[in-house]
């Protein structure tokens, strides 16, 4: 996988008067965006875990049907999930060390067939990520539970308080430990950039906005989203996927190699 992604670093560090920027939107979202704030300002201490909880509808149909396909997409946990496990790094701080999964094909998508094929990407898991700092990431997805209230859930626990951000009802709930459930704080997380919301809930119009202002800046602004985040991204769904095939954890050597 290295090998390949090596090659697209590579050729853009040749090119050093082009901006590359790596479409990661769900930085943007405004519940997550403030989160983010929030453990950056150092609010929750030294960040120790994240727990990120997505339950929503399955796949829309797309072109030629190539996301039902983990040979087209590489499968769920990678086409889907990359930008979960982009937040899990990004409140972590550090970089992932190895990759535990379970998950499965149970619901969607069993009854329909294209040229002769069933789909056979996976609509439910759980996966397990442990980073080089000894803070743990967990995603809990499920791609048939549209009775939910928000689609995404993501608790962000430091040493000393917890974050939360909830999409779509924009919410972010603020604790401390010396204070307890008594000193949580609601608060309304909105961009008022946002006109129209669509399915990413506006974050891909601010991606957006902040990549055409790093062209303006010439070279001074860096891109939010570089290569090597998007690669790191891709890497954890992928040890997730043959962690889910081969039944163990994957470290990220293994799939980072340059085999």
């Not at 149909?61 to 889907?80: A, I």
């Not at 974050?203 to 957006?208: R, V």
Request: charged share 25%; hydrophobic share 40%.
């Amino acid at each position: 996988m290295k090998a390949k992604s090596s090659r697209v670093i590579e050729a853009a560090r040749k090119r050093p008067e082009m901006l590359v920027q790596v479409g990661l939107e769900y930085r943007y979202m405004p519940p997550v965006a403030k989160l983010i704030e929030i453990v950056k300002g150092g609010a929750l201490g030294q960040i120790k875990m994240v727990a990120i909880r997505e339950h929503r509808f399955p796949f829309l149909v797309k072109v030629n049907n190539w996301n039902r396909f983990n040979c087209n997409s590489g499968g769920t946990l990678v086409e889907k999930c990359c930008h979960f496990f982009d937040l899990m790094r990004l409140f972590a701080g550090a970089n992932p060390v190895r990759v535990m999964a379970s998950g499965g094909v149970d619901v969607n998508h069993k009854d329909e067939i294209y040229d002769g094929k069933v789909p056979d990407i996976i609509d439910n898991a759980y996966v397990i990520v442990e980073f080089e700092n000894n803070s743990r990431g967990m995603l809990d997805l499920c791609m048939f539970a549209e009775g939910s209230k928000n689609e995404q859930e993501i608790s962000v626990v430091g040493d000393t308080g917890k974050g939360e951000a909830f999409v779509p009802e924009s919410i972010v709930r603020l604790g401390n430990r010396l204070e307890g459930r008594e000193g949580v704080k609601t608060v309304k997380a909105e961009d008022d950039r946002i006109k129209y919301e669509g399915l990413h809930h506006g974050s891909s119009y601010l991606e957006h906005l902040n990549f055409l202002s790093a062209i303006r800046a010439q070279g001074v602004q860096a891109p939010a989203v570089d290569l090597h985040d998007g690669l790191v991204s891709v890497a954890i769904g992928v040890a997730a996927q043959v962690s889910i095939e081969l039944g163990r954890f994957v470290t990220m050597e293994e799939v980072m190699n340059d085999n």
